[in-house]
């Protein structure tokens, strides 16, 4: 699942532009045994530039109809940037089911997000594949959504350098299967709406929405 613009391109560079003079440090800190061995990355440390991009993009999450939608999120881990520069990537890996949040309390990790910061042109190779899917490389700014469970990777980058955002969603709704129906049922109910004015039918779908949305939730 893609969704364009979370963040503005302009916003995107210039969050780039703050980037560039950072410390980092590598991505390693923050992997499971398995996907240390094959992660080859730099990942923005904690302080005042991370904490500010954490606030800017959850925020911006918060305002995203289409992402609130498609994840039902009940709760975020804050994002991390990380960085990869030529001959930098992240082998095949699954990211751990559960993470563990400053507070001390634990997240399930239904959804991984990436949200893309450098432009497609200004980097080759950086794309992230999930399962045998095709390569994923998106505008700056744009964001996508996949089960955590599946295998993922990011191939080399071999010219210029990708900075992203990623983070996981516990969602109220576990099963992928269900969350995507009630996407595609929320999403049709709104074009319903649109094109048809409110009246006793939609009403009655969203209705049948917010039903199902209260069976499959957890909270
Ligand atoms: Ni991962």
Same mark, same amino acid.
């Given at each position: 699942? /893609? ?12 969050? *780039? ?11 390693? &800190? ?7 061995? &094959?992660?080859? =990355? ?39 940037? =990380? ?6 990537? !992240? ?7 559960? *993470?563990?949040?400053? =507070?001390?309390? /634990? ?38 959504? !996949? ?14 350098? /990708? ?5 996981? &969603?516990?969602?109220?709704? *576990? ?32 209705? &049948? ?11």
């Amino acid at each position: 699942m /893609r969704i364009a613009q979370v963040i503005s391109a302009a916003d995107a560079a210039t969050l *780039r532009a703050e980037l560039a003079a950072a410390d980092w440090q590598d991505g390693r &800190v923050s992997a499971g045994s398995q996907a240390a061995t &094959v992660k080859r =990355n730099r990942q923005l440390p904690a302080g005042p530039l991370a904490q500010r991009v954490q606030t800017q993009v959850l925020a911006a999450l918060e305002r995203q109809p289409l992402f609130l939608s498609a994840a039902l999120p009940l709760r975020i881990f804050p994002p991390h940037i =990380n960085r990869y520069g030529v001959g930098e990537h !992240y082998g095949d890996h699954v990211d751990s089911a559960v *993470r563990l949040l400053a =507070n001390g309390t /634990r997240l399930r990790t239904d959804l991984s997000a990436t949200l893309f910061l450098s432009e497609p042109e200004d980097y080759d190779g950086g794309e992230l594949i999930v399962e045998q899917g095709n390569g994923i490389k998106l505008a700056a700014g744009d964001l996508v959504l !996949y089960p955590a469970t599946q295998v993922h990777r990011v191939t080399p980058v071999t010219r210029g350098e /990708r900075l992203a955002a990623f983070f996981w &969603v516990q969602s109220l709704v *576990r099963s992928n299967e269900q969350r995507r129906l009630l996407f595609e049922l929320d999403m049709s109910i709104l074009a319903l709406r649109q094109r048809l004015g409110e009246d006793e039918e939609t009403l009655r779908l969203m209705a &049948v929405y917010h039903q199902l949305l209260q069976q499959w939730s957890q909270t």
